[in-house]
């Protein structure tokens, strides 16, 4: 592997920037490892912000729970919600999430490290690689538009696999290259163990990069052919170690075993999380918008990086990237994504494209070499930078605060004999705040919840049940209010018996009981928790402490 570049003077190509721009540029060269671990790490601040999330996080998180508290490492569909639907997802992403809190503690942030420790060291590695073709202050440039981008930022201070599946499959490419230039052992292994390591993360997406490969190996000389075709053999070999024995147990043992089963992990994990819609396949105009979501002022250039690394300057590792960009484009066209998640695999070396785009269309003379100058990138990573630390220190808090951890807190310290969940499908949210409560894990407790949907049962038999068990019960109902939005129901009022009190309501869940259910005294303070009466939906719920 090639050492970190001299920096005792500004890269060539910047030589000509304006002279009130050279010192800024030369500050960047000189003191690029801190900016550079400042850009990679900023994310680790506040990581432990609001509460578990709804959909792919909190399923992520019910696995790891379900790693330590039955120690099922290999398979956790026995005791996972939904079963296996939310358990054939590789486990890689779950085993370090539970490694991490076995070490540190159980605590929100450190389900969500992994994943903000692969960002930070993805921040690092797309600099390296773009340090292969690019000057320093260029690759500075791309790796901080990835560090910087909002959607793979957001994810990264998620308990979520994305981040740790790019790395991965980035390091892939990364090492694969070095392996197929110098023919070195150390980067062949290391190619295989990322491959291995993506496969066990996102699933077979990952196969991108050899296929890819040896795809670019056809538009290289006889020589690199050979080359590509023998590197791409030698890195999925290495890999199989890693991903086949887990992809063979699971396949026997829920496949049938059809050896095409797992195969589909990724997107069932996707559709379960309610990330990708499964209506209609993606047609190429919606793909290039989500493209144009994810990097936005770098589209347009990452296109013309494409067509002159296929068509005008066939650059052995611009090909290989173009190439592994448009396979990749390809398998999501495939597979008929809607998501721009599907595509953050591409998003580092789409970001190297664009950059390099940048560059190679950049004008000899005229206006529109300034604007497409370096001063001009810089101001733009500034800009998306301020906006970025603001979204996710200032806004993402609040914003993603459904309120679920109250309304679990409420139902602990009730006394009701049957709890209502009112809501369509499973809600691992709710399931991950009452500790699998509702699905088993907690003997004493699992006859207390009942699970009931609206979309099966109607409002009026939801209802209808809820009194009759209140005439000799004490019942509390947990109503989702996600229902409102689609249309089921206007209000939850609608769903609630007439002489059930309002107990609490968030943005996400209103809980209300029948007046015979009281509230359990507190273990620290020894004093009962009210919440104050509501009897209509659409006020801000309180509580009171009374001494006993």
Not at 204 to 210: R, W
Not at 248 to 277: C, K, N, Q, Y
Not at 312 to 323: D, G, N, S, Y
Request: some cysteine.
């Amino acid at each position: 592997m090639s050492r970190l570049p001299n920096i005792s003077s500004v890269d060539r190509g910047e030589s000509h920037a304006p002279s009130k721009w050279r010192g800024i540029l030369r500050l960047l060269i000189r003191y690029r490892l801190p900016i550079l671990i400042a850009m990679a790490f900023y994310r680790l601040i506040g990581l432990g912000f609001s509460e578990m999330q709804q959909g792919g996080e909190s399923i992520v998180a019910l696995r790891v729970q379900t790693i330590l508290r039955f120690g099922e490492l290999w398979d956790q569909s026995p005791h996972m919600l939904s079963g296996i639907s939310n358990a054939m997802q590789p486990p890689l992403y779950a085993w370090f999430s539970a490694s991490s809190v076995l070490m540190i503690g159980d605590m929100l942030w450190v389900y969500r490290l992994p994943s903000a420790l692969a960002a930070a060291a993805l921040a690092i590695l797309l600099y390296r690689f773009a340090r292969m073709s690019m000057s320093t202050v260029r690759a500075l440039i791309v790796a901080g538009l990835f560090a910087f981008a909002p959607l793979p930022t957001f994810l990264s201070r998620q308990a979520l696999p994305d981040l740790l599946f790019m790395c991965a499959i980035t390091a892939a490419v990364y090492f694969s290259w070095h392996a197929m230039r110098g023919r070195s052992r150390g980067a062949m292994l290391l190619a295989g163990l990322s491959l291995g390591a993506a496969l066990m993360t996102g699933g077979a997406f990952a196969l991108t990069v050899p296929v890819s490969l040896a795809a670019a190996g056809l538009m290289m000389p006889p020589y690199l052919r050979r080359r590509a075709w023998g590197t791409a053999a030698a890195v999925t070999v290495v890999s199989i170690p890693l991903w086949l024995p887990w992809t063979w147990s699971m396949t026997a043992a829920h496949g049938g075993g059809d050896p095409f089963w797992i195969l589909s992990a990724a997107r069932s994990f996707h559709i379960s999380a309610g990330i990708v819609e499964t209506e209609q396949n993606a047609g190429l105009l919606t793909i290039a918008y989500r493209l144009l979501v994810l990097m936005l002022l770098l589209f347009p250039f990452a296109l013309y990086f494409l067509w002159q690394a296929l068509y005008e300057r066939r650059h052995p590792l611009w090909t290989f990237v173009a190439t592994f960009i448009l396979c990749g484009l390809a398998a999501g066209w495939m597979t008929g994504a809607h998501s721009e998640s599907t595509f953050l695999p591409l998003l580092p070396l789409l970001m190297y494209a664009g950059v390099h785009g940048w560059r190679l269309l950049r004008p000899t003379r005229g206006k529109l070499r300034m604007m497409l100058s370096l001063p001009t990138l810089l101001i733009y990573l500034a800009l998306l930078s301020v906006f970025t630390m603001q979204q996710i220190w200032r806004v993402d808090p609040e914003a993603y605060d459904d309120g679920a951890r109250r309304a679990a807190a409420l139902l602990r310290v009730c006394d009701a004999e049957r709890v209502l969940l009112v809501g369509n499908g499973d809600n691992p949210q709710l399931t991950w705040q009452l500790e699998g409560a509702d699905i088993g894990w907690i003997a004493t407790e699992e006859l207390r919840y009942e699970r009931l949907e609206p979309f099966a049962l109607g409002v009026e038999a939801i209802r209808e049940r809820a009194a009759g068990y209140a005439d000799s019960l004490r019942v509390v109902m947990l109503v989702e209010r996600d229902e409102i939005a689609r249309g089921v129901y206007r209000e939850a009022a609608e769903v609630l018996p007439p002489d059930f009190t309002l107990h609490l309501q968030t943005r996400r869940y209103i809980v209300a009981g029948s007046s015979s259910v009281r509230w359990r005294p507190d273990s620290a303070t020894g004093r009962e928790t009210v919440w104050t009466d509501h009897p209509t939906v659409g006020h801000s719920a309180a509580f009171i402490i009374i001494p006993q």
